[in-house]
C-alpha cells in the first residue's frame, strides 16, 4: 500500500532546531514534498526532493533517502510563528496525473 | 496575482442533499486537484482535472464528481450527503509546465462542510 508515517507531534524552543520525520512504505513515487498547514490555513508548499540528499531553503532543509524510505524536514531558528502542522507528500505518475497522497501530518509547538 | 480562491468558505448542510463547491485556480496554471481533510488528519486526494477531463481519481465513491470549465475553474458535486462528509474541502492548482511541476500545489483556504 501507499503509507507515509510522520510523528503526530513534536515540541521545541524558539531558537532551537528541529527535524520531523518520514518514512513510507511505498515505491515508485517522482519524490518527497513537504507542506507546512497553520490551523483554519491552507497547506503551502515548502520543499521538494525529487532526488536523495539535502535541499535548502533558507531555514528549512529537507532529505530525502530512497533506499531508507525516510525523508525528513529540518527546521532552524525556530520562531513562534513555525507553530503549525507539517505534512509529507509523495506524488505517484498514473496516467500522467499528478494528485499528492499526504501523511496525516505532525503538529509542530514552538514553546518560549 | 491572485492566487486560488474557493467559494463557499462556509456551508451547512442536512444528510441526503447535494452540495456544489466552486474554485478558481491560480493565474497561469490549468490543473485544478480537489482534496478532503478531515479533522486532525492529512489532505485525501479526490480527482483532478485537467483540460476540462478528470485525468485521476482517489479513493473516492461516484457521490464525489467534478467538473473543470475552459476558464481552468473547477466545481465538486457532491450528492446524498452523508454525515462522514463533514470536513475542509480543498482546491489545489497547478501547471505541469511551470518551474516546480507537480509538486508544487497551490492551495486555497478551502470550504469548511458540515453535514447534520
Redesign the interface.
Known sequence: GQSLEQPSEVTAVEGAIVQINCTYQTSGF??L?W?QQHDG?????LS?N?LDGLEETGRFSSFLSRSDSYGYLLLQELQMKDSASY?C?V?FP????????????THLIIQP | DAGVTQSPTHLIKTRGQQVTLRCSPKSGHDTVSWYQQALGQGPQFIFQYYEEEERQRGNFPDRFSGHQFPNYSSELNVNALLLGDSALYLCASSSPGLAGGQETQYFGPGTRLLVL
Do not use: I, V
Open positions: 517522482y519524490g514534498s507542506y490555513g491552507a497547506p503551502t508548499f521538494y525529487a505534512f507528500a506524488r498514473r496516467r500522467g496525473a499528478d494528485g499528492l497522497t499526504f501523511g496525516k501530518g
